[in-house]
């Protein structure tokens, strides 16, 4: 065997536990679920399965609560991706400066993303509660009345907060990515009479956008799957229906699944999913050349 071989049967043995892995429990359940999708499944009857066709993906858009909860789903991704990204950003750029204890800062406000998401969900529970919860409490003391934030008229501004409490990830992110801007620039910049905004503006956020698009992408893909955060918020059961605001589309797939027995159609409800972020992200990705900077771009 010669060296270049040897070379190539070392790299795929060293990948050989991740590739199967991927192999058994990423790639062959999402294309057994593609599978399932054109069938009648409906978790008993595999000795009966029959290809269907587009059936169970014409079931998807005549559903009313399911183009309903794709477009809470939706709504909510507008809402909280623009606000988690420019909350994190900005956290960021304050924790970035020199000031005393800013260690301890910046660990107080990542601990959030290491809390457990049910922990997150019942202690938003507790504080959102109306009879003795630390919100209203709050909100007496300035003598304003007392807001059901889980009722239907705010579930969803209460699901957006807890959401945003959680930005500790994107802190940290865009703290690197600050840390990587050369202070030559502000140096430079200040020499030429800018200002903090002028800072802002020409140095930073340009430098800062790949960072942003990353973050954006991902924002995208998390809240599109929000899962159980709305329905803990409103209820004590996983198969418990959330109060209508908070029926997101991931909630209605796992009700289809596992409350009513139809896999096949739950399947196609997912994969709908599925296209949906794919679409998503290539409109992210094709819009980025206008607005996301890249040095080595512009060095060429």
């Known amino acids: 065997m010669t060296e270049k071989s040897r070379r ?36 008993f009857n595999m000795n009966n399965l ?71 969900i019942l202690m938003w529970k507790i504080m959102f509660s109306g009879n003795g919860g630390i919100l209203n409490a709050i909100l007496n003391v300035f003598g304003i009345d007392a807001v059901n934030w889980l009722g239907y008229d705010h579930a969803t501004t209460s699901l957006i907060i807890m959401t945003l409490w959680g930005a500790g990830g994107g802190i940290l992110i865009n703290l690197a990515g600050l840390k990587g801007i050369p202070k030559d620039l502000y140096e430079a910049a200040s020499i030429d009479g800018a200002g903090a905004f002028q800072n802002f503006r020409r140095i930073t956020l340009p430098l800062m956008t790949p960072i942003i698009f990353f973050n954006v992408l991902m924002g995208i893909i998390g809240s599109l799957q929000v899962y159980l955060q709305p329905i803990l918020l409103n209820g004590s059961e996983l198969l418990a229906r959330p109060i209508q605001p908070n029926y997101l589309y991931v909630v209605h797939a796992f009700q289809q699944i596992f409350a009513s027995q139809r896999f096949a159609y739950g399947m196609a409800l997912l994969w709908v999913l599925f296209v949906v972020i794919l679409a998503l992200s290539i409109v992210v990705f094709l819009t980025s050349k206008y607005w996301v900077y890249y040095e080595t771009d512009r060095e060429r």
């Not at 049967?9 to 054109?38: E, N, R």
């Open 8 to 43: 190539i049967a070392a790299f795929y043995l060293m990948i050989s536990p991740w590739f199967i892995i991927f192999v058994t429990l990423g790639l062959f359940p999402l294309l057994y679920g593609l599978y399932l999708s054109f069938t009648n499944y409906y978790g």
């Open 50 to 120: 029959k290809m269907i066709g587009w059936h169970n993906y014409d079931l998807v858009f005549s559903d009313s609560d399911a183009m309903y909860a794709l477009g809470r789903t939706l709504y909510f991704t507008a809402i909280n991706v623009p606000l988690g990204t420019a909350l994190a950003l900005g956290l960021a750029i304050l924790l970035n400066r020199s000031i005393r204890g800013g260690g301890v800062y910046r660990t107080i406000f990542y601990l959030p993303s290491l809390v457990p998401v049910i922990s997150t």
